[in-house]
C-alpha cells in the first residue's frame, strides 16, 4: 500500500477528492482545506493499495496537479485496518504483481546520474574481478558482482526506452560508457602496479583458469542467461523483490567481462581481451533486451485488467 500525500489547488480540490473517492482501492481519505502554504492549496491524504495506485497517478496527473500543487507517495510498510482490507478486496489484480510506473520510473532514473560513488564502485568491482580472473578464484568474481552498480542505468534504459524519456536513454548510456571505460583503463592501470609489485604475472592469465574461463569464451549459453537475467532483474525491481536483483547482479558476467578485458588488454593478448568484450556486449545487449520485453508484457498486462475492471464496473455489465 501506498500513502498519497496531494497539495491541490482550491478550484481543483474537490475533482481530486471525487477522483480519489471513487476509487475502489483508495482509504483513509481525509480533506485539510486551505493548510497548504508551498505552494497554496488543500491538503489531502489518503491510501492506496498498489494495484490501483498507478491509475491513481495517471488520474491525478491528467487533473493537472503535479502542475499546480504536488503529489507524493510513501511505502506503508504496516496497515491494521478494515477499511484497508475492504480496499485491497475490491481493487482489481494483485498487489504482488502491480506495477507502479511512476514509482520505478523515478527509482531507475536516480540510477543514470554519473555522480563520484557509482564511478568508484565500478572501478573497485572492477579491479576486484581483475585480481579474481588472474587467481580463478570464483569467489572474487561474485563479489565484483555484487559491488558492480552497472544493473541500475542498464533498468532506467529500459524504462527509459519503454517511456520514450531520450533524455533519461542518454543519461544511461552515458553512465554505462563512462563507467565501463574509466573501470577498464583503471583495472589496466592497476594490473601493470601488480605486475611492477611483483604480485601478480603474465603467466597467471595465460595459465589453464578452468573456473573463470567462461568470462572470455562466450556461447549460446551467455545469451541465455543474459536473457533470464534481465526478466528476473526486472521483475525484482517492479516486485520490490531486493533478494531476487541480488541473484541477479551475481548471474550475469558484465563486471568481469570489462575485468576480463582490461587484463588481457593490459598484457597483450588480445584474443582473450576480444572475447572477454562480446561477453560483456552480449550480456548488456542481453539484459537490455529482456528487460524492455518484460515491461511490456507487464504493461499490457495491466492494461487489459483495467479495462477489464472498468467494463466490470460499468452500467451495461451490471
Given at each position: 500500500?501506498?500513502?498519497?500525500?496531494?497539495?491541490?489547488?482550491?478550484?481543483?480540490?474537490?475533482?481530486?477528492?471525487?477522483?480519489?473517492?471513487?476509487?475502489?482501492?483508495?482509504?483513509?481519505?481525509?480533506?485539510?482545506?486551505?493548510?497548504?502554504?508551498?505552494?497554496?492549496?488543500?491538503?489531502?491524504?489518503?491510501?492506496?493499495?498498489?494495484?490501483?495506485?498507478?491509475?491513481?497517478?495517471?488520474?491525478?496527473?491528467?487533473?493537472?496537479?503535479?502542475?499546480?500543487?504536488?503529489?507524493?507517495?510513501?511505502?506503508?510498510?504496516?496497515?491494521?485496518?478494515?477499511?484497508?482490507?475492504r480496499?485491497?478486496?475490491k481493487?482489481?489484480?494483485?498487489?504482488?504483481?502491480?506495477?507502479?510506473?511512476?514509482?520505478?520510473?523515478?527509482?531507475?532514473?536516480?540510477?543514470?546520474?554519473?555522480?563520484?560513488?557509482?564511478?568508484?564502485?565500478?572501478?573497485?568491482?572492477?579491479?576486484?574481478?581483475?585480481?579474481?580472473?588472474?587467481?580463478?578464484?570464483?569467489?572474487?568474481?561474485?563479489?565484483?558482482?555484487?559491488?558492480?552498480p552497472?544493473?541500475?542505468?542498464?533498468?532506467?534504459?529500459?524504462?527509459?526506452?519503454l517511456r520514450?524519456?531520450?533524455?533519461?536513454?542518454?543519461?544511461?548510456?552515458?553512465?554505462?560508457?563512462?563507467?565501463?571505460?574509466?573501470a577498464?583503463?583503471?583495472?589496466?592501470?592497476?594490473?601493470?602496479?601488480?605486475?611492477?609489485?611483483?604480485?601478480?604475472?603474465?603467466?597467471?592469465?595465460?595459465?589453464?583458469?578452468?573456473?573463470?574461463?567462461?568470462?572470455?569464451?562466450?556461447?549460446?549459453?551467455?545469451?541465455?542467461?543474459?536473457?533470464?537475467?534481465?526478466?528476473?532483474?526486472?521483475?525484482?525491481?517492479?516486485?520490490?523483490?531486493?533478494?531476487?536483483?541480488?541473484?541477479?547482479?551475481?548471474?550475469?558476467?558484465?563486471?568481469?567481462?570489462?575485468?576480463?578485458?582490461?587484463?588481457?588488454?593490459?598484457?597483450?593478448?588480445?584474443?582473450?581481451?576480444?572475447?572477454?568484450?562480446?561477453?560483456?556486449?552480449?550480456?548488456?545487449?542481453?539484459?537490455?533486451?529482456?528487460?524492455?520485453?518484460?515491461?511490456?508484457?507487464?504493461?499490457?498486462?495491466?492494461?487489459?485488467?483495467?479495462?477489464?475492471?472498468?467494463?466490470?464496473?460499468?452500467?451495461?455489465?451490471?
Amino acid at each position: 500500500m501506498l500513502h498519497l500525500r496531494v497539495i491541490a489547488p482550491a478550484d481543483r480540490s474537490a475533482e481530486v477528492v471525487d477522483l480519489l473517492a471513487a476509487e475502489a482501492g483508495v482509504t483513509h481519505l481525509a480533506v485539510l482545506p486551505g493548510v497548504a502554504r508551498q505552494p497554496r492549496g488543500d491538503l489531502i491524504l489518503c491510501d492506496v493499495v498498489r494495484e490501483s495506485a498507478d491509475g491513481v497517478l495517471r488520474g491525478l496527473q491528467q487533473l493537472g496537479v503535479e502542475a499546480s500543487g504536488g503529489i507524493s507517495a510513501d511505502d506503508v510498510e504496516l496497515t491494521i485496518s478494515a477499511s484497508a482490507d475492504r480496499a485491497a478486496e475490491k481493487a482489481p489484480g494483485s498487489g504482488a504483481d502491480a506495477v507502479v510506473w511512476d514509482e520505478i520510473a523515478a527509482k531507475t532514473g536516480e540510477q543514470t546520474e554519473l555522480s563520484g560513488t557509482y564511478l568508484v564502485l565500478i572501478v573497485v568491482a572492477t579491479m576486484i574481478a581483475g585480481i579474481g580472473v588472474l587467481l580463478d578464484q570464483p569467489i572474487l568474481i561474485v563479489g565484483a558482482m555484487v559491488v558492480g552498480p552497472e544493473f541500475g542505468p542498464l533498468a532506467a534504459l529500459c524504462v527509459a526506452l519503454l517511456r520514450r524519456r531520450l533524455d533519461v536513454i542518454g543519461r544511461s548510456v552515458q553512465a554505462l560508457t563512462v563507467g565501463f571505460l574509466a573501470a577498464m583503463v583503471a583495472t589496466v592501470l592497476s594490473t601493470w602496479a601488480l605486475t611492477a609489485a611483483g604480485l601478480v604475472t603474465e603467466e597467471m592469465l595465460r595459465a589453464d583458469r578452468p573456473l573463470t574461463s567462461f568470462i572470455w569464451r562466450p556461447d549460446a549459453l551467455s545469451w541465455v542467461v543474459g536473457l533470464l537475467a534481465g526478466v528476473a532483474g526486472m521483475l525484482s525491481l517492479t516486485s520490490k523483490k531486493s533478494g531476487s536483483l541480488v541473484g541477479v547482479l551475481i548471474s550475469v558476467t558484465t563486471v568481469p567481462a570489462a575485468a576480463n578485458v582490461a587484463v588481457a588488454a593490459a598484457y597483450g593478448v588480445w584474443d582473450e581481451a576480444g572475447g572477454s568484450a562480446l561477453q560483456l556486449v552480449i550480456n548488456v545487449c542481453a539484459i537490455v533486451l529482456a528487460g524492455l520485453l518484460t515491461l511490456l508484457v507487464q504493461q499490457a498486462w495491466w492494461w487489459d485488467v483495467a479495462r477489464r475492471n472498468r467494463l466490470a464496473r460499468s452500467p451495461a455489465a451490471g
